[in-house]
């Protein structure tokens, strides 16, 4: 649509300037127009639409001449090719109408100097989608706007830490008013926060679009591990006319699944000493534990033994990690 307005605008330039060139008074009249709408539409605020349809009131007999009717195709086709939610198309067609009046001003008045042709640096008016959603993975990023061409464009990534790397960006689609970027090649993460598109030719971003985190199901809680008596039991030693110091073991394997947890021994009554110790001090699923029972001569001794084992910790999975592509 925007090739039709500007094909629109050279009619007019050309029917303006014949008819302005064959009379002095009223070519002096399209010249203090053409040059008030020219200042108005470098503004970059100017809503170039305003500013066209003063010029056609402006201009003598607009509304009986082919002048003014294609002034009003003009407006018409901008219209048409302007978005209604956004200035993208909008700036774009008031610098090229503003280009378009001042060649014709020229033409009337050869003193006046061209203005310097407009840059014509690519344009991204709106990414699809407008978010990129690491839940969704979506494989193909549509970019609308105007003077595109797939090989003035780079992209880099910047990271949810701030700092950017450069990729291999991969376009598909004809150049113009759409290229679609291939996002499967980006390999995104949750560790991306944006995509940025730019010219090669230029430092400003043209577009940049949110990377949108995944969304992760809450961690699963460990469940308490489970402790259980393997054993308990009750010891009674007597001393003899020298004294007692002897070993019993209690307990046996651990269960599977299960780690030794505890060898308690508590002292009932008597004196002297019961001793508790494990079996195999390196092997957490060995759960025997030997009692050194000591007690002097004529003596006697009863204590309490209590060997407990505990289930093993079940790993939790590391989360995995989103990769897009």
């Keep these: 649509m925007l090739s039709i307005a500007i094909k629109l605008i050279r009619r007019f330039s050309i029917v303006l300037a014949v008819v302005c060139l064959s009379a002095c008074s009223p070519k002096n009249q399209v010249v203090d127009s053409l040059d008030k709408a020219i200042g108005e539409l470098g503004k970059s605020s100017a809503n170039w639409y305003s500013i066209a349809g003063a010029l056609a ?4 007999d607009a509304g009986s001449t082919q002048i003014g009717a294609d002034l009003e195709r003009l407006i018409q086709g901008g219209l048409a090719s302007s978005p209604p ?8 067609i008031r610098e090229r109408v503003r280009q378009e009046l001042n060649r014709i001003r020229v033409k009337l008045d050869a003193r006046k100097p061209p203005l310097p042709p407009s840059a014509r640096l690519p344009v991204i008016c709106q990414p699809s989608p407008a978010i990129y959603d690491l839940d969704r993975c979506v494989a193909k990023l549509d970019l609308y706007g105007h003077d595109l061409n797939a090989a003035a464009l780079v992209v880099s990534i910047k990271g949810v830490n701030g700092q950017s790397r450069n990729t291999e960006a991969s376009f598909v689609g ?10 499967a090649a980006l390999k995104l993460t949750e560790d991306d926060a944006q995509i940025i598109v ?3 030719d230029a430092q400003a971003a043209l577009v940049v679009i949110e990377v949108a985190a995944s969304v992760k199901p809450p961690p699963v809680q460990a469940s308490p591990a489970v402790v259980r008596t393997i054993e308990e039991a009750l010891a009674h030693v007597e001393g003899r006319s020298f004294g007692e110091n002897k070993g019993v073991t209690y ?3 651990c269960t599977p699944g299960h780690h030794r947890s505890e060898c308690s021994v508590k002292q009932l009554s008597g004196s002297g000493q019961c001793e508790p110790s494990w079996v195999d001090p390196t092997n957490q699923e060995d759960c025997r534990c030997r009692v050194q029972f000591k007690l002097p001569a ?3 001794l009863d204590c309490r033994v209590r060997l ?17 592509g």
Excluded: I
Excluded at 174 to 183: A, H, I, M, Y
Excluded at 308 to 324: G, M, W, Y
């Design 174 to 183: 004809e150049s113009g008013r759409l290229v679609t970027l291939d996002t």
């Design 198 to 200: 730019s010219a090669k």
């Design 57 to 60: 009131k402006s201009l003598p």
């Design 308 to 324: 407990t084992e505990r289930a093993n910790d079940r790993a939790q999975p590391a989360p995995k990690k989103v990769v897009c």
């Design 251 to 253: 307990g046996r394997k």
């Design 298 to 300: 004529f003596e006697s």
């Design 85 to 92: 939610d956004g200035r993208c198309d909008a700036d774009l």
